[in-house]
């Protein structure tokens, strides 16, 4: 079964600063990864996503990610986050067969400091 | 383009009552989905469909039930509303060919009280 871990569940950054968002996914195939963002009482934004290929990907709002299979991880990065980054991002996983579902991790909470 | 397209967006219900959220999508999806959201938690997977006629559970179907008869509905039913139900609910779609396109409605934020 597939399953995705995100590490830490709360992250402060200073406005400016550059920002990492750990991702850790089991799947026993190549996965397909995403991630999402999430403001407050909003439904969800595809930030990027990760089929094949180039293993970084470049997705909206200056974000980018970095699928390393060894690790089994898919990290996303933002050289330098503005306070309207502060939101919930998810990371997800799913697979192009049977339900064709995502699962997802149970999110990271980004605080964005002046 | 609408979307998926979900209603009501706010819902309150008793202990014991029923109620059907509604989700349409305008895109001729074959795949459809229904998740919650828990606070600070990830999403869930309640049922999906893979077409007309075609439902299964996912992994929190308990209290739920869902059908399909076109391709363009897909509403969720709660039978018994139970505290434990209160949850952010979002509906989704994707093609079941070529890429990978998700396209989530907004949600219905219920509340069981």
């Known amino acids: 079964a597939q399953s995705v871990t995100q590490p830490d569940i709360h992250i402060t950054v200073s406005e400016g600063a550059s920002l990492e968002l750990r991702c850790n996914y089991s799947y026993g195939a190549t996965p397909y990864l995403f991630w999402y963002v999430q403001s407050p009482g909003q439904g969800l934004q595809l930030l990027l996503k990760y089929f094949s290929g180039d293993t970084l990907v470049q997705g909206i709002k200056g974000f980018e990610a970095e699928f390393k299979r060894s690790q089994s991880s898919f990290n996303l990065r933002k050289p330098s986050v503005h306070w309207s980054d502060a939101a919930e991002y998810f990371c997800a996983v799913g697979a192009n067969t049977g339900r064709r579902a995502l699962t997802f991790g149970s999110g990271t909470r980004l605080q964005v400091q002046p | 383009n609408a979307g998926v397209t979900q209603t009501p967006k706010f819902r309150i219900l008793k202990i014991g009552q029923s109620m059907t959220l509604q989700c349409t999508q305008d895109?001729?999806?074959?795949?459809m989905y229904w998740y919650r959201q828990d606070p600070g938690m990830g999403l869930k997977l309640i049922y999906y469909s893979v077409g007309a006629g075609i439902t299964d559970k996912g992994e929190v179907p308990n209290g739920y039930n869902v059908s399909r008869s076109t391709t363009e509905d897909f509403p969720l039913r709660l039978e018994l509303a139970a505290p434990s139900q209160t949850s952010v609910y979002f509906c989704?779609?994707?093609?079941?060919?070529?890429?990978?396109?998700?396209?989530f409605g907004s949600g219905t934020r219920l509340t069981v009280v």
């Open positions: 989704a779609s994707r093609t079941g060919t070529g890429g990978y396109g998700y396209t």
């Open positions: 895109m001729n999806h074959n795949y």
